[in-house]
């Protein structure tokens, strides 16, 4: 699993966008994991979309070019 730092635009929202990109993380390492179930890697999406969902929507859209950035690519 990666350790990722990203930063929310309001500090009180930083844990909530932890929670989110672990669950992300969490999911992205299950798809390339051959031994991993169809339904781990859809628990795991949806515990990242309850916690992204909890975000504010001007959290929600800092993230994505940070994730980008970070990433390479844009999951959500």
């Known amino acids: 699993m990666v350790d990722t730092i ?13 929670r ?3 669950w992300d ?4 390492a299950l ?7 169809e339904r781990s890697q859809e628990l795991a999406m949806d ?3 309850d916690y ?6 001007y ?8 994730y980008k950035k ?3 690519y844009d999951s959500f």
């Open 47 to 49: 515990k990242f979309n």
């Open 6 to 18: 990203i930063q929310s635009v309001k500090p009180q929202n930083n844990t909530l966008l932890n």
């Open 70 to 72: 970070l990433f390479g």
């Open 59 to 66: 959290e929600q859209k800092a993230v994505r070019p940070k």
């Open 25 to 28: 993380r969490k999911y992205h």
């Open 52 to 57: 992204f969902n909890e975000l504010p929507k």
């Open 31 to 37: 798809v390339n994991d051959d031994n991993s179930s």
């Open 20 to 22: 989110a990109l672990f």
